[in-house]
């Protein structure tokens, strides 16, 4: 016999996919907190999964201008600056917390969602470029606005100009990266699977013609850089407070290229290929370290460290060359598709 | 500041704005003809530096130990020029074959992101190259630094020799566009490639002859940069590399003059604006270029392409 409302709640909230997803994710949470607390994993891969996540955050929130809306951002680690620089500006040189109570990490929380307003109004602002400018263009403004920033933040005395941002208190642990990151994916999941998200879409497959339909595109591109840029505050505010340093020279476009690599390895338009690029990058960049490591120890001859960087490298040209669209294409897990979704299929 | 410190500034733009400018020229004929940003160009122009560094160290004094010190100067100059082009146009035509040409019918993009990968294989093989390593090399002073007054302003003779070099290899790309078989061939693939094909010219080899160009003035400009900026390593390409970039947009990417233009332009704010504070120098290039993409998108002497839908 079936009870409406347990039915109800059933079909409403237990067999979603996205219910699946929460449930599994904080299982897999609590799990990786259990292998630390009996040290099976170390720090070292702790923080490793710490940055990976990070650069989750970082490459969801990039694929949604790159991947969903077709706009072409190259300076994604500028946001990151602006959010790590305004976060760790409150938390360490205004207010002076360390991580030692409840009511700090919630003003710490609160100092990551600082930075990610700042760096959504600049989001804001480098989206007026996008309205005017497309592909190539665009992605030099932007470019050049991430070197700005940096140039900006190697000018401030306050924030240590060129000696960059030193004694940022720890408070990024291993928890708090992991919600956060779940909660980008969730976010970004839900605006790609919405009318909005519908209208993003819309723009990066052909602007004129979305245009024609009534879709109001400038508001459309802009808002979008807007939520990539807020995201990618929050990841930068993560990252300061998990190396516990903020230097100009840790958000070059060097990193922003990384980011972008990982949007692209992974799938433009496929938030679980960012996911899944982020950490199988971030893991085989410190497999190749430690690997290169050893190898140095068995042959008796220091393998420069540099050399991960040139396979990184090539793995990057390869995968363009003979698996354009990323590992996953624009293909999704199913468990980040909304049911309302299989209709199409 | 005043009037002599400005003159001055001239002059330093005018030689940083040369470099540029044959850097700048590579990067406006690749994205005139197959429309990438081929952002390893800065790496070819590292190549450069370090191929006339390597023919130095090799053959610098002994060679031409016979003749007087000035005439097997003026030579190995010579040479090295001749090396340093030689050197960044293979690489160019190498990055091409493999990284590029693959990809030659898929979405642009793809292409963009091999040539950053391109980008960092080289800077990063380089710098893993035992014989070439991390560090930064002082470049030799084959040439003796001689300086000459100008007013209160001083000139010296590498600045003779940057913008000499630079201006003639711009006299001879001028010559080679306008007046040859392939720079026919080469406007008319980047005023309209399909219709190119049907007049029976060879894309692939047109593009390959740009490559080649494009990195064999990258590679001369390595050497006029390690000659007066006397201090190379394996990252040295990529700020000039994307200064140079900016350059090009900023004379209107795909236009050869709008280069040359762009880049002197660049130089002498740049020199400028470190005169009054180094760090400002750094983002005075960007700021320029987003100023100039918000006004006049095309660049300076770029012409406006309207959409096609």
């Known amino acids: 016999m079936k009870i409406p409302i347990i039915d ?155 000696r960059g941002l030193l004694g940022i208190p720890k408070f990024s642990t291993f928890p708090i990266i992991f919600v956060i990151a779940i909660l980008t994916i969730i976010i970004i999941r839900n605006i790609v699977y919405s009318t909005h998200g519908r209208a993003l879409l819309s723009i990066r497959e052909n602007e004129v013609a979305s245009e024609l339909v009534g879709i109001n595109t400038t508001k459309y591109k802009i808002l979008s850089f807007v939520i990539g840029a807020f995201f990618a505050g929050i990841g930068g505010g993560l990252l300061a407070h ?84 990323g590992l996953m294409g624009m293909k999704e897990i199913k468990v980040l598709i909304p049911e309302e979704e299989d209709i199409h299929e | 500041m005043n009037l002599d410190t400005i003159l001055q500034q001239i002059f330093n733009g005018l030689q940083l704005g040369s470099i540029y400018a044959l850097i700048a020229l590579g990067y406006t004929m690749v994205y005139g003809i197959i429309r990438l940003i081929n952002f390893a160009h800065g790496d070819f122009y590292m190549i450069g530096a370090y191929a006339s560094y390597g023919l130095f160290s090799a053959i610098g004094a002994t060679l031409f130990f016979g003749l007087p010190a000035n005439q097997a100067t003026i030579i190995m100059f010579i040479i090295s020029i001749l090396g340093s082009m030689a050197a960044g146009g293979a690489i160019a035509i190498i990055a091409n074959q493999f990284a590029y040409k693959p990809l030659r019918n898929k979405p642009r993009l793809s292409a963009l992101i091999t040539a950053m990968g391109v980008s960092m294989f080289l800077e990063y093989f380089f710098s893993a190259l035992p014989v070439i390593g991390p560090s930064y090399r002082g470049f030799p002073e084959i040439i003796k630094k001689q300086l000459f007054p100008i007013g209160n302003a001083v000139i010296s003779n590498y600045f003779l020799i940057d913008v000499g070099v630079a201006v003639s290899l711009m006299i001879l790309l001028t010559l080679i566009v306008k007046y040859t078989k392939i720079g026919k061939a080469m406007r008319a693939v980047s005023l309209d490639k399909d219709a190119a094909k049907l007049m029976g010219i060879n894309i692939e080899s047109v593009i390959t002859v740009t490559f080649l160009i494009g990195g064999a003035f990258a590679g001369v400009a390595g050497l006029l940069a390690g000659l007066t900026y006397p201090r190379i390593y394996p990252y040295m390409g990529i700020l000039p590399g994307l200064k140079a970039f900016v350059a090009a947009v900023l004379g209107g990417i795909g236009n050869i003059p709008g280069a040359v233009l762009g880049s002197y332009i660049m130089g002498i704010a740049e020199t400028f604006a470190t005169a009054i504070n180094s760090l400002i120098g750094e983002g005075i290039a960007f700021a320029i270029l987003i100023i100039v993409l918000l006004v006049r998108p095309q660049g300076l002497l770029g012409e406006k392409i309207a959409d096609k839908v």
């Not at chain 1, 390895?265 to 996911?275: D, K, N």
Request: proline share 2%; net charge positive; glycine share 10%.
């Open chain 1, 242 to 325: 998990l190396v516990q340093i903020a230097h100009p020279t840790q958000f070059g476009f060097m990193y922003s290229f990384l980011i972008l690599i990982m949007v692209y390895a992974g799938g433009m338009g496929s938030i679980s290929g960012s996911v899944i690029a982020a950490f199988g990058l971030t893991f085989l960049s410190e497999g190749l370290r430690v690997g290169l490591y050893s190898l140095s120890n068995l042959l008796k001859f220091t393998v420069g460290d540099q050399w991960r960087m040139v396979i990184y490298s090539l793995l990057l040209i390869f995968i363009m060359l003979f698996k354009t669209e």
């Open chain 1, 8 to 162: 109800f709640i059933y079909k409403k909230f237990i067999k979603r996919r996205m219910t699946i997803f929460i449930v599994g994710a904080l299982l897999v949470m609590f799990l990786i907190i259990l292998l630390q607390k009996y040290n099976i994993l170390n720090a070292y891969i702790i923080q490793i999964i710490n940055v990976s996540l990070v650069y989750v955050i970082l490459a969801v929130s990039l694929n949604l201008i790159n991947g969903f809306t077709g706009q072409f951002s190259i300076g994604h680690m500028g946001f990151a600056a602006v959010g790590a620089y305004v976060s760790a500006t409150i938390t360490t040189l205004v207010l002076k917390i360390t991580p030692n109570s409840f009511s700090h990490y919630l003003i710490f929380i609160l100092s990551l969602i600082a930075g990610g307003i700042v760096a959504a109004i600049l989001g804001f602002i480098i989206g007026f470029p996008s309205l005017r400018l497309k592909g190539d263009y665009l992605a030099i403004v932007t470019l050049g606005f991430g070197e700005i920033i940096r140039t900006i933040l190697n000018n401030i005395d306050y924030v240590g100009g060129p």
